[in-house]
Every structure is written in structure tokens, then in C-alpha cells.
């Protein structure tokens, strides 16, 4: 059972982070109202590094989730 409820715990600490980090890398086209001028919320250069960390989130909990169902496997055979 420990096994499962960590594998439990760390898919869903890292299912949080990568619907944070998604959220965030959407927000790429808002505008932030800077006194006069209009600038965009996220650079091109900050926007390509919420890219590759969103890719590797998702990546990270899918090898996650496997994880878990083989603990749920080795748990309730």
C-alpha cells in the first residue's frame, strides 16, 4: 500500500505542476499594460522555455501514471 499511495502522491504533485506550467505557457499572447506601452506577458525566449518544461511535465507524469497502475498492479493482483 505505500508504494501506491507514493505513487499516488507524486502523479498528483506532478499532474499539478504541469497544469501550472501549461497555464502559464498559454498566457503567452496577454498583454501586460505597462504605463504606455503594451508589452506581451511572456518573451519569445520565455515562451520557448515554458514550452519545452510543459513537454517534459506531461512527459514526467505520464511515466508517472504508468507507475501507478503497476503499483495498483502489484497491490490488488
Request: glycine share 4%; with cysteine.
Amino acid at each position: 500500500f505505500q508504494d501506491f499511495a507514493y505513487h499516488f502522491t507524486v502523479f498528483v504533485f506532478y499532474f499539478g505542476a504541469f497544469l501550472l506550467e501549461a497555464a502559464t505557457t498559454s498566457l503567452h499572447d496577454l498583454h501586460c499594460n505597462r504605463t504606455v506601452t503594451t508589452q506581451p506577458l511572456l518573451s519569445d525566449n520565455q515562451y520557448n522555455i515554458n514550452v519545452a518544461a510543459t513537454i517534459f511535465a506531461f512527459v514526467t507524469t505520464a511515466c508517472y501514471g504508468c507507475s501507478l497502475g503497476l503499483a495498483l498492479r502489484r497491490w490488488r493482483p
